[in-house]
């Protein structure tokens, strides 16, 4: 019931700085807890971020912690991820992700709605 789009991936060089955002219509957003995931080429998609309906935790990837920052907006149904300091390895397409209610956040299965993805490519 919600219809999820990011935006803000790109090419960018290590140690550049990028925020992507994924923007919801359908349902208030404030309905759903939200994650970030990743895939890179021949790689399984992997748990990236994750924040709880109010946003007053978040979860991150240990490799990302320190670098990345998720944050949501409820007003604008809009969930974001601030990257920083950014490396060749963090290269993937970057996937927004909703669920209702609290489960293991670092799973894909938990999450209910998925969006199309936007390209993050990190040169070195």
């Known amino acids: 019931q919600v219809q999820l789009v990011e935006s803000g991936g790109g090419l960018v060089q290590a140690g550049d700085s990028l925020r992507l955002s994924c923007a919801a219509s359908g349902r208030t957003l404030s309905s759903y807890h939200m994650g970030w995931f990743r895939q890179a080429p021949a790689k399984e998609r992997e748990f990236v971020a994750a924040i709880t309906r109010s946003g007053d935790s978040t979860y991150y990837k240990d490799s990302v912690k320190g670098r990345f920052t998720m944050s949501r907006d409820n007003a604008k149904n809009t969930v974001y991820l601030q990257m920083s300091s950014l490396k060749p390895e963090d290269t993937a397409v970057y996937y927004c992700?909703?669920?209702?209610?609290?489960?293991?956040?670092?799973?894909?299965?938990?999450?209910?709605?998925w969006g199309q993805g936007t390209q993050v490519t990190v040169s070195s």
């Open positions: 992700a909703a669920r209702r209610y609290s489960a293991a956040y670092s799973s894909p299965s938990g999450y209910t709605y």
